[in-house]
């Protein structure tokens, strides 16, 4: 079902029309439909209804509070990356138990918070990593729940940037190494408590998955028999989503995968799905500032810029555009483009378009992932506003950022303060 529709005319999420937030909350806004999330938590729930199973949502793909909680209260966790992804987990009371930390740059002190608040485990991504932990956890008189993140040198046939499982790749441990580090390992203060691998993101075959699984699968039964206990298996991030013409495959198609292989094992299928969840939940809306024609070329400039949603610029990613009120006004082909100086600021090149006017508003479909959490201050752009519809109703979940927001925490030194150049 879409949540994104268009209602007289007018481009509505669920049931209200996008122009109307807009008015009040202003342009640029990131807009998220509630039931669009929701159903696409479920998507995943219903799959793998037959087997154990925990969903931590991948929280780099959208992280604020709101969207948190509602998958909190679907009774899922989350997957972070950073110590700053679980003080959000903690502020959104997302179950301690449900959350798993991945990443190869753990920090002490983002171990160590881990620790204190409890977590379901740590996806390790190498030795020197293990050897952190165990530090830390015993410098805290703790024993720290891990997982070794395996690398089991998969091409996930996607995006460069976003392929993780090849051999060539940062993330992972080799499984030769990951299997010697299981079954040799003596670290007090760690226990093994599962197995993780994440090949890549936005991946729309489900073979690269299903080879994954029969790894995972080999390795689990031989750690077995060498006496480890592995009771999760995560087996990563999502399937991908339609942007433009993707034909994903559907959760239960995957689940039947993951049943056929990994459900024998009997253990925990823990996944990190991210922009399955939040990317076709959420849309950006912006306003048309210019038309602008250079030559051949012609240009629509509007007022939300790469600053604001960055994967076209960062990965050359398409976005649907929607004008918010439905037309049949010609099309042509143009860029559509932000404010920022730089000629990698655009949302879409070569894009059929139907004529449109400064004040129309246009909507970024697909925008719920990797958007607003990508978003920085270039430019001294302050971050604009998070709006959640649920059915009729709607809420900031995030207010726009104020120009008094840009210089928080920057100081100018008494030295120039004082008139006098230094010497
Ligand atoms: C990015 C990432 C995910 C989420 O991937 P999606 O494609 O958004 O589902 C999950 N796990 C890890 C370790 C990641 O790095």
């Known amino acids: 079902m879409s949540y994104f529709t268009y209602k007289n005319k007018q481009l ?12 009040q909350v202003g342009t640029p806004c990131y807009i998220y439909s509630y039931g669009a999330l929701i ?29 948190l909680r509602a998958v909190a209260q679907q009774g899922g966790g989350a997957d972070i990356v950073t110590g700053g992804e679980l003080f959000r987990c903690h502020t959104a009371r997302v179950p301690t138990d449900r959350i798993v930390f991945s990443g190869v740059g753990k920090a002490d002190d983002e171990i160590a918070y881990a620790l204190e608040l409890g977590i ?7 030795a020197e990593e293990l050897a952190a932990i165990d530090r830390v956890a015993k ?87 060498q006496g480890v206990t592995i009771e999760n298996i995560d087996i ?21 995968v993951i049943k056929k292989h990994l459900g024998p094992l009997q253990t925990r299928i823990v996944m990190e799905p991210g922009r399955s969840i939040a990317g076709n939940a959420g849309v950006f809306v912006s306003k048309v500032l ?38 049949t006004a010609r099309k042509s082909k143009v ?38 959490t990508m978003a920085s201050n270039y430019n001294s752009r302050p971050r604009v506003a998070e709006v959640l519809v649920h059915g009729r109703q709607y809420d900031i979940i995030r207010e726009r950022e104020s120009f008094k927001d840009l210089p928080r925490g920057e100081h100018v030194p008494k030295f120039l303060v004082s008139g006098r150049r230094p010497k």
């Open 12 to 23: 509505h999420c669920e049931s209200v029309p996008l122009a109307r937030i807009a008015k």
């Open 39 to 67: 159903e696409h938590y479920q998507a995943y729930d219903q799959a793998f209804a037959e087997l154990d199973h925990l969903i931590c949502f991948a929280m780099k793909s959208n992280s604020n509070l709101a969207i």
């Open 120 to 126: 379901l485990m740590f996806n390790v991504e190498s």
């Open 139 to 225: 410098r805290m008189k703790k024993v720290a729940p891990v997982s070794l993140r395996v690398n089991p040198d998969i091409d996930p046939k996607t995006h460069p940037y976003i392929s993780t499982g090849l051999k060539k790749s940062k993330f992972g441990i080799p499984i030769k190494d990951a299997m010697k580090l299981y079954t040799t390992s003596r670290y007090k203060n760690i226990r093994f408590v599962g197995i993780s691998c994440h090949i890549g993101s936005q991946i729309t075959q489900l073979g690269p998955f299903e080879q994954t699984a029969e790894r995972l699968a080999s390795l689990v039964t031989r750690l077995r028999k």
């Open 236 to 256: 990563g991030g999502g399937l991908g989503i339609t942007y433009d013409k993707e034909k994903p495959p559907h959760q239960t198609a995957y689940a039947r």
């Open 290 to 327: 210019y038309n602008k024609g250079q030559g051949a070329k012609k240009f629509v400039v509007i007022d939300g810029a790469m600053n604001d949603l960055a994967r076209p610029a960062l990965y050359g990613s398409y976005h649907e555009i929607r004008t918010v009120r439905q037309t």
């Open 335 to 372: 860029d559509v483009v932000g404010p920022i100086c730089e000629s990698g600021d655009f949302l879409a090149q070569n894009r059929a378009l139907p004529a449109v006017k400064a004040g129309d508003l246009l909507a970024v479909m697909s925008a719920g992932a990797y958007g607003f």
